[in-house]
Nanobody, 121 residues
């Protein structure tokens, strides 16, 4: 069992920055590849970013590439999403997800409750 808790969301002006955190329970954090997803009102949940177990490999959605940075600190069981140059279209509920290696690549087993990010113009 793994529990994920997101934090760091809030109301931000367009062009501003925000850093999201996702804290994971347990002592096997380094065994999970992690991802960030978001869901805007009336829209389907979409992929934002992912990071490998070691943090050596990352991938981003085209919509956030160059603006967002995903990172992880395995010693703290935490994954981060640094969001810069925020746009109103970034407004969404952001979810953290964890995937077991045995489950397969780009597949996630656990999800957090989400943290709201609202970007005003």
């Amino acid at each position: 069992q793994v529990q994920l808790v997101e934090s760091g969301g809030g109301l931000v002006q367009a062009g501003g920055s925000l850093r999201l955190s996702c804290a994971a329970s347990g002592r096997t954090f380094s065994s999970y590849h992690m991802g960030w997803f978001r869901q805007a009102p009336g829209k389907e949940r979409e992929f934002v970013a992912r990071i490998s177990t070691s943090g050596g490999s990352t991938s981003y959605a085209d919509s956030v590439k160059g603006r967002f940075t995903i990172s992880r600190d395995n010693a703290k069981n935490t994954v981060y999403l640094q969001m810069n140059s925020l746009k109103p279209e970034d407004t969404a509920l952001y979810y953290c997800a964890a995937g077991r290696l045995v489950t397969g690549p780009m597949r996630y087993d656990y999800w957090g409750q989400g943290t709201q990010v609202t970007v005003s113009s």
